[in-house]
T-cell receptor
């Protein structure tokens, strides 16, 4: 399948600091990327939609000033968790949409990055 | 918005048996339904998807069926193997699948355990 790469895979930061997570589409251009958050043993919750060249759109209840998203190119979106607190500790996963069909999938397929484990101490 | 319900939350089968996971959705405009497999601590992997212009799709041991009238779709895994053990998520897009509506709403997941 299409490759989406996310970095770092694990990060530990101190309370009050900021941490940046990168999401790259390696073999296709992604005009739209998505950022999800997943707590242990729970489902994926969409945080925001990252649109290349424009502002991200955030889901209800997600603070845009806390979770800064930048989608400066067709292959890179970044999520910055600002002034991190222990309750921000979670698994953050990005995904990107592949617009063209790629066998055996039907097109407009969403592929996920490896995910980033954030621990705020 | 889209509401996706997934059942069961846990499923335990013997190796070689079949496993079926079911999902319902609320938005009748939805026309794309992917299934993801997630192993512990790893990314969700797309395993199969289906569009609403077909009722069934199969890829080796995995199949997905769709009933648009009833607004439900199911994942079928035959001849299960221990390596099939994982959490499986169904998903559906909000407001169909065109335009900016590629935002997926996920079911709560099914923990499948295949016992050797």
């Amino acid at each position: 399948g299409a490759v989406v790469s996310q970095h770092p895979s694990r990060v530990i930061c101190k309370s009050g600091t900021s941490v940046k997570i990168e999401c790259r589409s390696l073999d296709f251009q992604a005009t739209t990327m998505f950022w999800y958050r997943q707590f242990p043993k729970q489902s994926l919750m969409l945080m925001a939609t990252s649109n290349e060249g424009s502002k991200a759109t955030y889901e209800q209840g997600v603070e845009k000033d806390k979770f800064l998203i930048n989608h400066a190119s067709l292959t890179l979106s970044t999520l910055t968790v600002t002034s991190a607190h222990p309750e921000d500790s979670s698994f953050y996963i990005c995904s990107a949409r592949l617009p063209q069909p790629r066998f055996p999938y039907s097109g407009n397929t969403i592929y996920f990055g490896e995910g980033s484990w954030l621990t705020v101490v | 918005g889209e509401n996706v319900e997934q059942h069961p939350s846990t499923l335990s089968v013997q190796e070689g048996d079949s496993a079926v996971i079911k999902c319902t959705y609320s938005d009748s405009a939805s026309n794309y339904f992917p299934w993801y497999k997630q192993e512990l601590g790893k990314r969700p992997q797309l395993i199969i998807d289906i569009r609403s212009n077909v009722g069934e799709k199969k890829d080796q041991r995995i199949a997905v069926t769709l009933n648009k009238t009833a607004k439900h779709f199911s994942l079928h895994i035959t001849e299960t193997q221990p390596e099939d053990s994982a959490v499986y998520f169904c998903a559906a897009p909000r407001g169909g699948s065109g335009g900016s509506n590629y935002k997926l709403t996920f079911g709560k997941g099914t923990l499948l355990t295949v016992n050797p």
